[in-house]
């Protein structure tokens, strides 16, 4: 069972440089969670998709957008990296039922931008 | 101001001591209370969650929810060399938000 698997592990890019962070489970869940993770600074929420179809803003979405592909994929898109988007990104997913409240993460994205 | 605010620590105790957490929140739309552990270089994972104020014990932990304050604690009892982690408190809405603290680092000493 796999779970939550994000692509890629690791990534560097050059500023201005576009790329798109990828996360897919298989857990049949209706939510899904994009974070990132700077040290002090906890996981901050950038976007979150309660059900398929529908996106909504977190805490820090400057500079982000997302997709929800299907049930099962919640991409993440820079276009154009910034130096300050160096950071752990983290995907989650979840059951949209108010009796279930754990969030399963995956393994995370260590993104550089020089 | 942050939806959720959380001291960063870090924590260092020895072993065998209570170690207490907590996180104050500025919503009242939250409605889940969650607190999650992770280890370095890791994804969080689920510890305990509660959705009414008041106690609620497993094992050695204790999460306490205090929703009139809107204060959420989580107490480790006899901690060990294992329990060395962050700790998220984190919190869901009704439209299934799921906002975390900023986690506190501790470190059990042997």
């Known amino acids: 069972n796999a779970g939550v698997t994000q692509t890629p592990k690791f990534q560097v890019l050059k500023t201005g440089q576009s790329m798109t962070l990828q996360c897919a489970q298989d857990?049949?869940?209706?939510?899904m969670y994009w974070y990132r993770q700077d040290p002090g600074m906890g996981l901050r929420l950038i976007y979150y998709?309660?059900?398929?179809?529908?996106?909504d803003k977190g805490e820090v979405p400057n500079g982000y957008n997302v997709s929800r592909l299907n049930k099962r994929e919640f991409s993440l898109r820079l276009e154009s990296a910034a130096p300050s988007q160096t950071s752990v990104y983290f995907c989650?997913?979840?059951?949209?039922?108010?009796?279930?409240?754990?969030?399963?993460f995956g393994q995370g994205t260590r993104l550089t931008v020089v | 101001q942050k939806e959720v605010e959380q001291d960063p620590g870090p924590l260092s105790v020895p072993e065998g001591a209570i170690v207490s957490l907590n996180c104050t929140y500025s919503n009242s739309a939250f409605q889940y209370f969650m607190w999650y552990r992770q280890y370095s270089r890791k994804g969080p994972e689920l510890l305990m969650y509660?959705?009414?104020?008041g106690n609620k014990e497993d094992g050695r932990f204790t999460a306490q929810v205090d929703k009139s304050s809107k204060y959420i604690s989580l107490f480790i009892r006899d901690s060990q060399p294992s329990d060395s982690a962050t700790y998220l408190c984190?919190?869901?809405?009704?439209?299934?938000?799921?906002?975390f603290g900023a986690g506190t680092t501790v470190t059990v000493r042997a």
């Open positions: 857990m049949n869940h209706n939510s």
């Open positions: 989650a997913s979840s059951e949209a039922v108010p009796t279930s409240t754990e969030a399963f």
């Open positions: 998709s309660a059900s398929e179809g529908t996106t």
């Open positions: 984190a919190l869901r809405s009704t439209d299934y938000k799921l906002s």
């Open positions: 509660t959705y009414s104020s």
